[in-house]
């Protein structure tokens, strides 16, 4: 099994990406269960590229379900430097219309029932997190999907709510009061899991509504989200591939040494158990004592 260097996590509407050839199934049990479907990789512009759908293939997990430690776990072990991620969103702002893309650098945090980082049971770290996105792969994506004629945004504020409940219109008035330009379920603890795995992480996020704030356009709902996703899913794969040979050789970026001087714990007090289970992840500064 060939080690895939680049990662794909689809979104609602994205459940496959046609382009891959060579394509392998992966059943991967993590040390935090299983991940949200069986991951497919194959090969795309000469590269090995790992897909593993959100919402498992039949979406059947809400957003809160998604197993994401086991997720990025999973992928991380595959050998995955770099995460593309795709996500349907609602737009907060006039300028992002239905069908635009945004290619977010911000993000704010309204989950309350997730797990958010691989540390604790005996394990301190403190990662940095003011740029939650890779800015050398958020520019990559963003000049593909220029050639890929996309009408899309090279920023944005991502606001992150729990769900699977839309937003109240109080709500909605509220995220724009905040400078949210565009709100979804799943960005988050995705990106956070990312960093501390020391991976490479940028969103596509698809614009598929303008959530419930607009006076004059139709409110959000499922069927317009899966008909605007529809429309959108193959400009993504056109991105995703168009990205590919540029982010390949991606260097100088800061996010493979995230942990380097994050973990405060002492190395003798932490749990044999936990040092075994975060092994992939925290090893090479643990046993080395970086």
Known sequence: MAQAKIGVIGGTGLYNVEELTDVEEINIDTPFGMPSDIIITGRLKGMVVAFLPRHGRGHNLMPTEVPFRANIYALKSLGVEIIIAVNSVGSLKNEIKQGDLVIPDQLIDRT???????????????????????PQLRQALYKAAGVAGANAHSKGTYIVMEGPAFSTKAESHLHRCWGGDIIGMTALPEAKLAREAEICYAIIACATDYDVWHETEEEVKVELILETMRRQEELCRQIIKLSIPEIAGL???KCSETLKGAIVTVPEVIPETTKKKLDLLIGKYIHRGL
């Open 112 to 134: 309350k029932s997730r797990v958010n980082t691989f540390f604790g049971n005996g394990i301190v770290g403190h990662i940095q997190f003011a740029e939650p996105f890779c």
């Open 251 to 253: 260097t100088g970026c």
